[in-house]
């Protein structure tokens, strides 16, 4: 078999690799914001 055959897999690992990557900062950001964040400031409840 040849070796540019061999080769070629990594380029295609590479985009599951990277949407992986970027799923999970964009998950640890919301995360931050949903749980670190948003108790620091509560919303204003109307009270009738």
Known sequence: MSLA???????????????????FVVATIIGYLLKVVRPQHPTRRQQV
Do not use: M, N
């Not at 055959?5 to 799923?23: D, K, R, S, T």
């Open 5 to 23: 055959v061999e080769h070629v897999w990594h380029f295609w690992i590479a985009v599951p690799l990277a949407a992986g990557a970027l799923l």
